[in-house]
């Protein structure tokens, strides 16, 4: 018998089995434990991070270990799109449920609970790449889902609303400094320390350190890459909380939202890419609500990239088929998650990454808005 507690709970008395060390990377049962060593134990249900096991001979708790709160959330759905099930092997609710508050015993820093009146999932996390690698790793493993725009998550200290921050380094060639310095400013970021001596990135790179806040953090990583044309570095780690500032404007242009399902046409394309940025190629199953590219303008436009050319005795001197169409914008996870507004989510899949608006009929959304 052995006694379980937690520097905020009462020791409770439980049974324990299977006591299990290693012997390199395989499991050998052993009858006692030392300072340092590290075993595996059965019979420890509910058990936090933090928690201590003693014998009830004699029972104690040890100081409780103090791990960085969530920063960022992200709400998890099941995918309920016009291709569900196609692509991945889990794709009801309860599986995804079932897998999320799986992952929050074993994941320190994440936590999971169920939004109210909805069948989807709050998931807090350390930053954006720690809930981007949560999504990635489930893909891999067959499960699909949408996720929402990840927002940060704000506090009260003092009678002050205080958000989270991160202290933000970046390593960068010279002559890229400017602007990237321009961008981290137009986001808010206060300098703390400038660099000029040789870097380990390079002899004409410079350092330069900041404290930024966390939401204005986000989709710096692949503006970065651009700026720096791939040979900027950058690393971040939680600051603290700071004072919550003013919010970023949303994204400048809007996006192309198909209006129907079917297959794209290079016809409908070409016309569709002289006052925009693609999202598809010709010949690619869309859904009514998809969103299929970037507007040029600031507002959201439905349109139809399935369209076909109507057929006529009469063709032109050339090949009428012939359409020449700028590559479409292909989008990582992490540029997904960082792209889209409040009111889209990201469609996750073992074999693709689509975005959608949330209500995909377009008559629904002009209710909403309302």
Request: charged content about 25%.
């Amino acid at each position: 018998m052995i006694s379980l507690a937690s520097p905020v709970s009462q020791p409770v008395t439980r049974k324990v089995v299977q006591l299990m060390g290693f012997k390199g990377l395989t499991r050998v049962p052993v009858l006692t434990a030392r300072s340092g060593d590290i075993v595996a134990m059965a019979g420890l249900e509910g058990i936090e991070v933090g928690d201590t096991v003693s014998s009830v001979e004699s029972p104690g708790v040890l100081p409780g270990l103090d791990i960085e709160l969530p920063t960022l959330a992200m709400e998890f759905y099941a995918n309920d799109g016009p291709f569900s099930g196609r692509e991945g092997k889990f794709v009801t609710a309860t599986q995804l449920r079932e897998r999320l508050y799986r992952e929050q015993q074993s994941n320190v820093g994440l936590k999971v609970v169920d939004v109210p009146g909805q069948s989807g999932f709050k998931v807090s996390g350390r930053g954006e790449l720690h809930l981007a690698i949560l999504i990635e790793t489930m893909r891999r493993e067959g499960y699909e889902m949408s996720v929402s725009k990840p927002e940060v998550i704000l506090k009260k200290e003092h009678g002050k609303i205080v958000e989270p921050a991160e202290y933000l380094i970046v390593d960068v060639e010279e002559q890229y400094q400017g602007a990237t310095m321009e961008n981290l400013g137009a986001r808010g970021a206060l300098m703390k320390d400038l660099a000029k001596e040789p870097m380990p990135a390079g002899p004409d790179h410079v350092r330069i350190e900041y404290v930024i806040a966390t939401r204005c953090l986000l989709g710096f990583k692949s503006e970065f890459l651009i700026l720096s044309r791939g040979t900027g570095i950058m690393h971040q780690s939680f600051h603290g909380h700071i004072p919550k500032g003013e919010d970023l404007p949303l994204r400048k242009n809007g996006v192309l939202i198909a209006m129907e399902g079917g297959l794209t046409t290079g016809y409908a394309l070409n016309s569709l890419q002289e006052r925009s940025s693609l999202f598809v190629n010709p010949g690619e199953p869309v859904y009514a609500g998809m969103i299929v590219g970037e507007n040029a303008r600031d507002n959201d436009m439905t349109v139809n990239p399935c369209k076909k050319k109507h057929l006529t005795n009469m063709r032109a001197a050339g090949s009428d088929d012939l359409v020449l169409l700028t590559p479409p914008r292909v989008f990582s996870l992490e540029q997904a998650i960082e792209y889209i507004e409040r009111d889209e989510l990201v469609e996750v899949t073992p074999k693709i990454i689509r975005l959608r608006k949330k209500i995909l009929k377009e008559i629904d959304r002009r209710r909403a808005g309302r």
